[in-house]
């Protein structure tokens, strides 16, 4: 650690802050409140800000640099969706507001829930789920729901492809139901061979990400579709990858029964921290009355007293339920609603286009120098072999960690879990020409030192403020205190 601490940087009778002579009689501090065995700094006021913007710069971020984490669309958060967000009829509303006050809002819900519903091909959004996994876990809740209204009762799993997110098994199983894992093919696709063999009346349905893990289209979804139809299945596509398709392909009109959406990937509300995010569901004729609610719909159309028509919160008929405590993340919906219409389709449509472009540029350039299983034409992300042939130990964490010290966040690490020593490489849209550039540069350098200075890999990062860390460790035994804890703090 090369950072000062506080306590260095002060010295005896150094103060923050001068005030004028007191003028009113002084009370004094109540005793118990003052503890003379703190030792605290004694700084000046410059001293304090200077060593507080130090910290605030050590953390990488998007607002510093490139950051390429795959599976996260980790995408610049324009900061015109804060400004929207921010205003205050919208930011001070209150939750138990009565319809006729939060107008606005419900105009806003609704009119998101018709562009989402638009730009996927579904027939009804829901916006209450507060995550991705959470959309997942309406989705999958509706499927059982469906099932059992019709009064079948047989449907116990669900089919998983391996090239699926790690939260789709999850889900799955937190529904009370069987995961059936499914092999990829030679291409990354689902092994459709496999998939027909696995296709009965016990299956509910198949939840299914597209891209996949691996950032393909599945070139024979609607083979794949019509496999699981046959039997009776209904098709959920995960659809946090959306960031890929947007304007290209409609999910609903390939045939799939109900999607969720992660805004905060696809639509450019912040992510990472934990949240607040947001994964509204999107479905089509068959799961409508299943959506979790409530919905926004128009209780009263628009006539000649009224211009505008009165919005309402309403339950679907046979709806799963409630998710979370009012209207989902509505902080979420105003940035992703003010997203999409400061694009339009045009735009919309470009963000998906420039997102596999950059993706393939960087694919293209690596595949000379780096191993990339599944070495086709991929979506907004791709997935190479961090290893050198001819190397020993030098690993997927020592490319990664040595990105760092050439000015990179470094890509996602071993995941996903079926390609070994995986690296996953998501640049988005936003990044421009020079900047690939510079990533394919520093990819291409380092795998030089591999060959060369091995050790330098295993050593880095060599400029940050601190190296490697414990990092299970560090979760588990949380210390946030800068320096030993003094013994009578215990
Ligand atoms: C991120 C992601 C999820 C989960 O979304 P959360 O909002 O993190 O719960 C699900 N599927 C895919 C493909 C993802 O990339």
Redesign the pocket.
């Known amino acids: 650690m090369t950072e000062p601490l506080i306590y260095d940087i002060g010295s005896p009778g150094r103060i923050g802050a001068r005030l004028p002579d007191c003028d009113v009689p002084e009370t004094p501090i109540p005793a118990d409140l003052l503890r003379a065995e703190l030792d605290l700094p004694e700084v000046s006021e410059l001293q304090v800000v200077r060593h507080f913007t130090r910290l605030s710069t050590l953390n990488y971020s998007i607002d510093k640099g490139f950051y390429p984490l795959g ?3 980790m995408k610049y958060n324009p900061k015109l969706n804060e400004d929207t967000a921010r205003l205050p009829g919208f930011a001070a509303l209150h939750p138990l507001t009565d319809g006729e006050g939060s107008q606005g809002a419900l105009a806003l819900m609704y009119q998101l829930q018709n562009w989402l519903a638009e730009i996927s091909g579904f027939k009804a959004v829901s916006l209450a789920p507060a ?6 876990f309406a989705g999958i809740l509706m499927i059982r729901k469906y099932h059992l209204d019709r009064g079948d009762t047989k449907r116990t799993k669900i089919l998983i492809p391996n090239t ?2 790690g ?2 098994p999850a889900t799955v199983t937190m529904a009370g139901f069987t995961a059936v894992e499914l092999p990829a093919d030679e291409m990354g696709d689902v092994d459709l061979t496999a998939l027909r063999a696995a296709c009965d009346d016990t299956v509910a349905g198949m939840m299914i ?1 597209v891209p996949n ?1 691996l950032g393909l289209f599945e070139s024979k979804i609607l083979d794949v579709i019509k496999a699981v139809h046959d039997c009776g299945g209904l098709m959920y596509m ?1 659809g ?2 959306m960031n890929a398709l947007m304007g290209i392909v409609k999910p609903g009109e390939l045939g799939f029964d109900v999607m ?1 959406y ?1 805004l ?2 696809t639509f450019s509300t912040p992510h990472g921290g934990g949240g607040p ?1 947001s ?1 509204p569901v999107g479905v089509g004729d068959k799961l409508k009355p299943f959506l979790p609610g409530p919905v926004v719909q128009i209780v009263e159309e628009a006539d000649e007293e009224n211009e505008t028509p009165l919005y309402g919160m309403v339950m679907p008929e046979k709806s799963i339920g409630r998710l979370k405590a009012f209207h989902g993340n509505f902080g979420m919906h105003v940035r992703a609603f003010t997203y999409i219409r400061i694009h339009g389709d045009e735009g919309i449509k470009s963000i998906s286009r420039h997102a596999a472009l950059n993706a393939n540029y960087i694919r293209a350039k690596l595949q000379d120098t780096y191993h990339i299983p599944y070495n086709r034409y991929c979506g907004h992300e791709f997935v190479l072999e961090g290893h050198f042939e001819g190397v020993e130990n030098v690993h997927a964490l020592d490319i990664s960690k040595r990105l760092m010290d050439y000015g990179f966040h470094p890509p996602t690490n071993y995941f996903p879990l079926l390609v070994p020593e995986a690296l996953m490489i998501e640049p988005t849209e936003t990044e421009d020409k020079a900047t690939l550039d510079e990533f394919i540069d520093a990819m291409k350098k380092i795998a030089a030192e591999a060959h060369e200075n091995p050790d330098l890999l295993r050593s880095a990062p060599h400029t940050a403020p601190v190296s490697r860390l414990d990092e299970v460790r560090a979760a588990k035994q949380l210390v946030l205190c800068c320096r030993p804890i003094p013994e009578w703090a215990g």
């Open positions: 599976s996260c669309t995550a991705g996994a959470q959309g997942e699926a997110h939260t789709n990400t893990t995960d946090a990858n969720h992660n905060h990937k995010g994964g």
